[in-house]
């Protein structure tokens, strides 16, 4: 994969190939990557296969990834969004239609709760995307992750969801290491 300042969109696809409805992979990216990394996978699912989901997003708030995604060319009409961060800026945003706002990272009941509703709710949803473990992990044990972790594979797998977790820290090895278990593909972007 070549990273001369873009991502080749060919390369994820390929190493996404040939994965069953329902598989979960775990990507990890280095920061400088990231953001192209999670742009070419919603382009995927999103414009290309035009597929509807759930992206939940530890780090970055709705209203700035919504609007980043679409400047980078990402159709953002089917997505659902589960916000972790906006309300911890102190701000007090209504849910909208594609976006439920979540009290902090560390109320992970009140997401897991979310998840469910999302998902089967609407049984449209076809791929769930979470941004970032590491991010997580800010605010949660190692421990309480990985039993979030085993709950949300759970219900991606019972869902028949796709299922895309991303990592920017390949140092949580702990993390990582139980994660990859779980998963159909364990992606190191480099």
Known sequence: ???????ERKGIRDRLRGLREGFLVLVVS??????????????????????????????????????????????VDNLFF?????????ESPERTKNCLFIS?????????????????ADGNKKFLFLDTVSS?????????????EE????????????GIMISIDKDEKEI?????HFCDKFIIIS
């Open 82 to 90: 589960i916000d972790l961060i906006t309300k911890t800026s102190g």
């Open 30 to 75: 280095p920061p400088e990557k990231y953001e192209d990394t999670n742009i070419e996978i919603l382009a995927m699912f999103c414009n290309d296969e035009k597929l509807s989901g759930l992206y939940i997003t530890v780090n970055r708030p709705y209203s700035a990834l919504v609007e980043n995604l679409r400047s980078r060319g990402v159709n």
């Open 136 to 148: 997580l992990l800010l605010y949660n044990s190692a421990g309480t992750i990985k039993n979030f």
């Open 1 to 7: 994969m070549n990273f001369n300042g873009k991502f």
């Open 151 to 162: 709950f949300i594979i759970t219900r991606m797998r019972r869902g028949n969801l796709k």
């Open 176 to 180: 990582i290491a139980f994660l990859s």
């Open 104 to 120: 902090s990272p560390e109320n992970l009941t009140d997401l897991g709760i979310a998840i469910d509703e999302a998902i089967y």
